[in-house]
């Protein structure tokens, strides 16, 4: 079967898709650079995209001239980080003003994304970009080669019809979806068995999601042939979940960053050291309230740059996640360069009554004692209290760790508004992510 579906895809890449090759030969070749090579590269890159965004597009022609900027500054190489940072509701003010006109339409990929905020965002991804070679390369860092049979636990958006295309595109290797807004003992049952009929050799999915279904494994007692890896989005993973997620599946869990706005931008590598930025495709900045690059080690908003997306431009974007940029190289021989894992969002704040916001140090509240919980939440209700809602994990402690966590977030909001503990037996998620910081208080106008 292995041998079989290798030999198909690579006729497949070679003659239906020449791109395809192509792209994955440029991709190896960015990983073969010396790093200070690579991030010449992509230096070089990231100012073409500016100056195509600024002669391409109404939004950002505007926004730079506004910024006093010309087509001669823009060629400056260093002019990147001076670039006004783009937010999420200029994109939703001026979406029209994004797109790139006289793309032909079978160029254009419509994405959209829920938002965890609750606020839809629509935009147009570049079918030309490399993004399948994408994948093989993460999935070549995690052992897992590009025609292996898949398994998915993701939010289903294609039609059936979508679906059906892409099985024949990929026939012989298989991939078996688990949707992760409907995860009942029937569907999990069903994807189980075809699990076992398939034998992926990858699982890939919302931490929210995997987690539920490695439960599910537990509680059922239903064997599955291990896979050799499994990916997880990089919303924040606590220790405990990811060991979980591992002793259930019997294999490496990877972390991975992605976004709807921009797919594929980090993901670990065999070493596990952090996030390495796929940066001949995409810049990776961490930025602070008024926009300013931070220094490695410091924890800022994210702010990336799509070097491939030439219908729909998104330079210096903030993105709506929190994280820092690692100092050093990895232990493996890749050269790009690495992120921390993804705090949470920017929106995982908790407000004071006196207005004052507390983000800092929530998403790590177990990090010295992961085993007592397997998950948590902190739910902030509308009277300003908090709940720290636990499933308890192993270790006689476990209880009295939940109760000095509890002091410690209590101590983190300086002690002005209650915090209880609550155990539970599960924590609801919303469609397969589960959110580690829910806030009903009503948002004051700033
Ligand atoms: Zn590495």
Partial sequence: MGSLARLSLAAKAAMVVPRLSRDDA????????????????????????????????????????AAGLTGADLDDPEAFESLPVVSKSDLR??????????????????????????????LLHDRRAPTAAMWWRVYRWWGVHASSNKAFIQRERRSPRA????????????????D??????????????????????LVNGYVGGVYEYAAFLRRSGLPITPPLAVGVTAAPITPSQR??????????????????????????????????????????????????????????????????????PLVRYRLGDRTSVLEGGCTCALPFPRLAPIQGRISDVLR??????????????????????????????????ITLRCVRGSGADAVAVITRAADELAALVGRVVPVTVELVEEIRHDRGKVRVVLSDVPLSPQ
């Avoid at 992509?42 to 505007?62: E, G, I, P, S, V």
């Avoid at 003010?93 to 629509?122: C, I, K, Q, W, Y």
């Avoid at 679906?163 to 688990?178: G, H, K, N, Y």
């Avoid at 177990?366 to 007592?372: C, D």
């Fill in 352 to 385: 004071l009554p006196s207005g004052q916001r507390i983000s800092g140090g929530l998403t790590g509240l177990f990090n010295a004692q992961p085993h007592a919980v397997r998950q948590f939440q902190i739910h902030q209700h509308a009277d300003h209290s």
């Fill in 163 to 178: 679906r059906l295309r892409e099985r024949i595109e990929w026939w012989p290797t298989a991939q078996v979806f688990l």
């Fill in 243 to 312: 060991q979980f997620i591992g002793e259930v599946f019997q294999a490496p869990v990877y972390d991975q960053y992605r976004s709807a706005e921009v797919p594929w931008i980090a993901a670990q590598c065999a070493a596990q050291g952090g996030l390495h930025v796929l940066s001949d495709l995409r810049v990776v900045e961490t930025v602070d309230d008024g926009d300013r690059v931070m220094p490695p080690g410091a924890v800022g908003d994210v702010v990336v740059t799509d070097l491939c997306n030439r219908v729909f």
């Fill in 93 to 122: 003010r001026a979406h029209d003003d994004f797109v790139v006109p006289g793309v032909p339409m079978e160029e254009r990929l419509p994405s959209s994304t829920g938002g965890s905020t609750g606020e839809p965002l629509t």
């Fill in 26 to 65: 440029s991709l190896r070749a960015s990983e073969a650079m010396a790093p200070d090579e690579l991030a010449g590269l992509q230096r070089t890159r990231a100012m073409d995209m500016a100056r195509f965004a600024f002669r391409n597009t109404r939004f950002y022609h505007d926004l730079y001239s």
């Fill in 180 to 201: 992760a807004r409907e995860l009942t003992h029937e569907s999990m049952t069903d994807f189980t068995r075809q699990w076992n009929r398939h034998h992926p050799e």
